[in-house]
């Protein structure tokens, strides 16, 4: 019979051989990280916090994602043993990555993650990397801006929102994005192409790129609505000034994204449900699963592709159907707990016969 004994006891040696597994899995992602680069000064990393519960989470898992692998290079679990402040466990646990990749004498040079002031307070003041913020947040905070100033009652047309930006959330987006990749690495560059957005939307064409097809096609004709009321222009000037992306253009000049990071996080929940409350031992064998079945099939080769052409999803032009994930690290864990009953019994024998 499977007794609660019985199975605490499989699961506190099953937890170990986890363990080896996940740290075997994490050096090699390192050693395959430090080789993606030709002339190796540092690398980058993405990183972000994972909530074990919705709300004043117990356990957070906070990862370390290589640029070049996208491999999970370390994860952290911290809980409120820690720091009672869950807010607080994503800087926790950032620190600890921090101070990992120099016991493996590993320099970052570069640090992206989705905007957490107090860890950019951190990599500024207190490391040498280069920090940087994922734009796919920043980006959508603007088209949340975008939002209130394009649409809303019709008691205060014209004063907290104007018709001629009903047409020009998307196409803002976009433009934003199109001002990051473009900038150069330059902050003045990217502030400079943002606040063009509005001259782009006026009809005045003389600070867009000599690449745009507005500045090339001397028959170009503008496809949205042309911006001449001047209660339309402050709005969407003030909706750029105001925008982090503007204030804070350092911290996006490269244009990295968490992408890889949200995506894990994804993973991490097919093995800790966010509704059940886990142990300390059971959450954390549960991540170390979750970080040997990302670095298994993170990348992985796709058998087709599927040209999209959906308005609810307009920036999503294809989608891929993946191969079917492996489970290989199961077997190598199952492997590693077998062998470790025979040598034991090995040893026993041995014993048995000098005795």
Not at 58 to 77: F, N, P, R
């Amino acid at each position: 019979m499977l007794n609660e004994e019985k199975r605490t006891s499989f699961f506190n040696k099953h937890q170990q051989h986890i363990q080896e597994e996940y740290n075997e899995c994490i050096d090699t992602a390192l050693l395959e990280e430090i080789a993606s680069y030709e002339d190796l000064d540092s690398i980058d990393i993405m990183s972000n916090a994972h909530h074990g519960w919705r709300k004043n989470s117990k356990d957070t898992s906070v990862v370390a994602i290589g640029e070049k692998t996208h491999k999970v290079l370390k994860c952290e679990h911290v809980t409120k043993a820690h720091d009672i402040v869950s807010q607080r466990h994503e800087k926790v646990g950032t620190v600890r990555i921090n101070q990992y990749m120099k016991d493996k004498d590993v320099p970052v040079g570069v640090h992206c993650h989705d905007r957490n002031l107090s860890i950019n307070k951190y990599i500024r003041e207190e490391t040498e990397t280069l920090n940087q913020n994922d734009t796919w947040h920043c980006v959508k905070a603007m088209k949340t801006a975008m939002e209130k100033i394009s649409s809303g009652p019709q008691y205060s047309k014209g004063k907290t929102w104007s018709f001629q930006l009903s047409d020009k959330v998307e196409p803002v987006a976009t433009h934003v994005h199109w001002c990051i990749r473009n900038c150069n690495q330059q902050k003045e560059m990217l502030k400079s192409s943002l606040l063009n957005i509005v001259d782009h939307y006026k009809n005045i064409h003389t600070g867009c790129s000599e690449s745009s097809r507005c500045r090339k096609d001397t028959n170009y004709e503008p496809s949205r609505i042309v911006i001449s009321d001047p209660v339309a222009e402050k709005l969407l000037v003030n909706a750029i000034l105001g925008s982090n992306i503007y204030k804070y253009a350092n911290d996006y000049t490269l244009g990295r994204d968490t992408f890889y990071v949200e995506s894990f996080n994804n993973v991490i929940n097919i093995y800790q449900n966010k509704r059940i409350s886990f142990g300390d031992l059971q959450y954390n064998a549960r991540n170390n699963l979750a970080v040997c079945h990302w670095n298994e099939n993170v990348d992985r080769e796709y058998t087709s592709v599927s040209h999209l052409n959906d308005h609810r999803r307009p920036r999503s032009k294809r989608e891929e159907k993946l191969q079917k994930a492996t489970y290989k690290f199961r077997d190598k864990i199952w492997s590693r707990y077998i062998n470790n009953i025979y040598k034991k019994k090995k040893q026993n024998k041995r014993k048995g016969n000098n005795n």
